[in-house]
């Protein structure tokens, strides 16, 4: 009772691809694939954020401009308000 043989997953295969059709099949590898490449960017951009974004000395706090708060659409501006 060890693994499958190669005639099995064949087999499996046959059924699976009589289930969803290959447009189906070919639609779900071409989502996987785009999703990965997102990833993949995300993960090299993210990278180059955190390389860029180190202060030269760990004492002075990072300087923030107005293109930078800009550039990073996620930023919320508020202003803490203490209460009366």
Known sequence: MG???IWHWLIVLLVIVLIFGT???RNIGEDLGSAVKGFKAGM???SEADAAATPATADAPPQVT???KKADAN????EAKTKS
């Open 3 to 5: 693994s499958f043989s």
């Open 23 to 25: 447009k189906k099949l």
């Open 44 to 46: 090299k951009s993210g």
């Open 66 to 68: 107005a293109t930078a």
């Open 75 to 78: 930023t919320v501006d508020v």
